[in-house]
């Protein structure tokens, strides 16, 4: 079952970066999607004796993200890559 975490909202197919190994930034994991939602919390409505209206609103929002440890995905091959996605990294040195 793979690892799922909570992180800062990032688009997906983003990589997760965290620490360093070596001298080195890795990856930690792979955005796979994310959510912004809000909801009003006030409202506020001043009419004046000329006539002129001013709404004030004032919105909380929520924003989720989720993503996928590597080491959850590393063994999945890809089409794309024609091999692994740790294949794929240990050929470029970030593996």
Known sequence: MA???MRTICSPGHPR???I????S???????GNATTQ???LSDKEVLAEGSTTIVERYEMLQLGIAI????????HSDLLGRTLA???RAHGML
Do not use: D
């Open 39 to 41: 909801m009003l919390v």
């Open 26 to 32: 890795y990856c930690q994991g792979v955005i796979v």
């Open 17 to 19: 970066y965290r620490g």
């Open 69 to 76: 440890q590597a080491g959850a995905i590393l063994s999945l």
């Open 21 to 24: 190994r070596s001298g080195r």
């Open 3 to 5: 690892h799922l975490l």
């Open 87 to 89: 294949e794929h990294l």
